[in-house]
């Protein structure tokens, strides 16, 4: 079992994080490979990053075809859509990932995530999914991407802090950490809340080993219908 | 590893087939234990069924303890909520596993299910999880629950004749059949219609792996608390 | 006209606050028989309750055949889909009839409840009927089922606080109280704040009267549809 | 109990039609008087005539007293909201109180209504009052209003064979018929077609008749709040 | 082009305001007609006034044929529908042009309006045209419609500080105002929020002139086809 | 005035008639400047085109300073969230405003675009917009987009019987036509079926005139922040 596990940022150091985290959470036996975009933003915060990012993500997808399965590791599932044009594997978004699973955990559960500017992008996702009937509501703590890689940062802190104010005000029975980078603090804070605290990359991974075991492949009909060669050979 | 897979009704070669089911899905190294009730219908079509079976099914759950998740392996999801109240593992549902993995892999999907009487109950738990917004029909195909069990009952042309339709009319890009009973039916389906057919016991089993590998638990604030101990001993 | 009025916890005293209720709610010349399910919980407090008390409230219908109409008397609405399985006649759940009525005197209304144990039910069941357009918001006032039946508990004031924080946050301009054991307050704490507090008990037995003067019945397909008749013998 | 039925539209013999319905439905003891709106259009078929047909409705209630409820026998409903702002007395819509008994009685129905013109006025109702999630289908039968006073115009069998439409396509279980002129038909309808057929002055009447019993009143307060003397005494 | 822009209230000051308003929106070569309804209420406040108010501006449309877009300068967009009827040309209500600008120049925007009695009519407009997603929340500045004609009424300051809980609570990244008398305010507002304050008489009047510059023409067909003539000639 | 209108596809005879449609939907007076992306597909059927086409839009609208507005005239509004972070200039897709205006011309449109593959996204956008609720269905009429290019390829007819079976299967009250390149049809389609037949081009370039004469800008708060400067730079 081979899972592609991508980041769609720059930041070299947030994909090493990412690779730990899912290896932590594959079976034993799954190879994870950790890809960097090659181009786009050095982190993703909102609509602009992750428009920039897509076409770098995909080309690691159309360049490579020894996966099982592929994980986007943004918590804005970026490009996901798109992804599964390019590919008849399972390709599993982070986002998506938490969100399914802690509607399975719980009845209501919030999201933090870092910036406000990030937030109606996640809101649009839920809606999307349809677990904006489960989602209580999406939080920022305001960190920055980048920060949550700076141990000086209060990071740990300031989202424990939202943390509490989602058990509080929304009734949060479970909680999705809404940033790939805040993978290394999920389990810490699920201890401290005593709830679960769920991180997308571990999610992510786990779901698409699951469903490369099962051999599932995405639909070629319809909205997900391959390209013609002569698309597919396009770079943006 | 070790996964619970309980069957709500009372027909024992149908649990033999969804415990093949499992086995079949299951990671090497996964035991997998599957139940019947022991109380309540033959087989469960509808909201009547669903209610009589659920005491059976908790009381499946109350009596164990050796396991690190559960799958309840009727495609209404017989009893779900209920049960996550009496543990703090992992609980699925067949059918919400096979939605969330459609969801996953089309755009669009349509369920292919047994009697005309299921359909309001499957509606209803689309709508509860969001995914009848990724949901275009629940199809009845007119085969009992019980005739899938009988090689003579014409039940594989039924339900393949529901599915093409699904195709012209809905544009369904993914099918999930509606039945623990299908179980043996989804590969040779997904090959004749090219596209993916989903069969819940399957899903389930992968995600409930998934999820015990992550250590998830199901949350104890809310929704699913936990009784307190004078009600878990009270049986129906 | 003869309205079955079925309490289905265990607790003879409540059932004897639920017939009060229903008698000084019914027309003259219509007959209440409350009647206290047989198996079960003592109490209804969320999913697990819930699921334990469905099977001794259809007994109590399947083994009747001598009335109108049908009023399940949980707020929650235990059972209310099987229940209109096993007869034709209108069966009628508090928290329905409280929640449609509400919407013909209010344009947005909240609920005041027990325990925030039972609130995920409450809100799936506003979301299945539609109301959960004109619910601003169901809330628990933390007073457990059975404090309702102790007049030294300090019910009636930490509902009414409840009932405050609904007026001045949600602009709730009316109440829905969340429980069969409420019945009792209804009406002082309407007068207190001034708008429609209402009790689902004196609800649903006025619309069950309703409903069975026009002589409706509840269908018998589709959802409805009645088990055959093997499966009404079952007991589970 | 005196309840106060009014008749939007101009046409005697139409009120005469309802109230001779409504007085079917009423419990003995309850005094029905049926008024005929003294301005507006001779019959109501979508947003132009309903509009026009709400002054005369709102000087009706405003210059009576004594009555107990109030029901609005046009299945549009009429200026339901606006009447609730004059009278503190339960104010009932033959639509939504049909709407409602059909969603007790099934979990899905459809609408039989008159003319296509009329089809998007009761969509937008339904999704008001959320009860879009169970209704499967607003049909047109067309027949004019003024053609179901008129013995010789086919009504009946257009009706029946739109009824046979949606009982074979949306799968309902019930259906509701969408015009006041059609209330004479929904018990042989009901005979034919093995199922519900609501006729919405009955539930109206019905309804009202429980509400006025349990001296439940419109809340006074938000929406629904009495506009200023001064303002009550312009007529349009 | 010349577009005709109704006040339906009878204040002729509040006319002249709308027409400023009006004439500033406009096009250079876009004759601005505003005309006062000639009866109804003062102001219109809530579902009463606004079924009032309707007649009389019915009137105005069917007296005029000298237009070719007609905007409605109610916030509540009165009679919207009933208009369509009565003409081919495009009618705007100032609420719907307002909710869709916004929802072009932002993520999510609140309502500020004037009082509580007018947020339920409001609120069901935007669910009405789906803009209730974007919708964070509608508020009341408890400022009657006649003090904003008033300038020793505190009405700015009370408005401005509405809009700033909205900002604050809400995450409002834009503001809608609720009332057709605010039209004088929004530039100022605007400057000092540092994000759109958007009035409705500018994006209708501006709207109307794009649609009927585009030669747009209201469909004939279904709910909004032209009633026969002699329903026209009938006035309430 | 001066409206920038990007065609994200590179394509350059769409261009033109883009082009073309645009000037004749200008007001006299308003400067139209049509740019044709310099990289990306050649045209834009479905997520995978999308995504590929946006960075060479927004290095468009990044280059560019010198406009009033804003329209993306790609239909499936490729790139409108992320293209409203880098200018505070109104931005509109041409599918929301084509949608935009049918809700005010029509109770329910149905959308007629190419081909199937891009029918999910569509549906995608519209339920964003919440005007999912006013679309009765989007249609594919399987004409490729380059094929509307072509004389020859009878695109015509296969539009015109999509929207044929629109209006007698859905009740379309009004269609909007789903490609930029459908532009030069929407009148003559318009005469053949008497009733609103909406092009995007033409409607997004009105809006856009509008809104910049009202002098509205994007927001700079939350989703639609403006990117730090460092990220602006980058070039995917």
Not at 119 to 128: G, Y
Not at 169 to 190: F, H, N, P, W
Not at 216 to 223: F, P, Q
């Amino acid at each position: 079992m081979h899972i592609l596990v991508i980041n769609p940022n720059t930041t070299v150091g947030m994909t090493e994080k990412i690779e730990a985290a899912a290896n932590r959470a594959a079976a034993s036996g799954t190879q994870i490979t950790a890809v960097t975009s090659a181009s786009g933003p050095v982190s993703i915060e909102g609509y602009y990053d992750e428009a920039l990012s897509v076409p770098g993500l995909l080309k690691v997808i159309r360049d490579r075809a020894d996966f099982d399965a592929v994980v986007i590791a943004c918590f804005d599932d970026t490009g996901l859509d798109a992804a599964r044009c390019v590919t008849d594997k399972p390709v599993i978004g982070i986002g998506e990932a938490a969100y399914s699973m802690a509607g399975m955990l719980a009845n209501k559960f919030s999201v933090v995530t870092t910036l406000a500017r990030s937030v109606p992008a996640l809101e649009h996702n839920l809606m999307k999914y349809g677990l904006d009937r489960r989602c209580a509501r999406v939080r920022s703590s305001e960190v920055a991407v980048l920060d949550l890689e700076d141990d000086s940062s209060g990071a740990y802190e300031k989202i424990a802090a939202e943390i509490a104010r989602a058990i509080a005000d929304d009734k949060a029975e479970a909680i999705v950490l809404g940033c790939a980078g805040m993978t290394d603090l999920a389990s810490k804070l699920s201890q401290q809340f005593d709830r679960p605290v769920l991180d997308g990359v571990a999610c992510a991974v786990s779901l698409a080993e699951a469903m490369a075991r099962l051999q599932l492949k995405t639909s070629r009909h319809g909205g997900y219908a391959p390209p013609p060669q002569h698309k597919l050979e396009v770079q943006s």
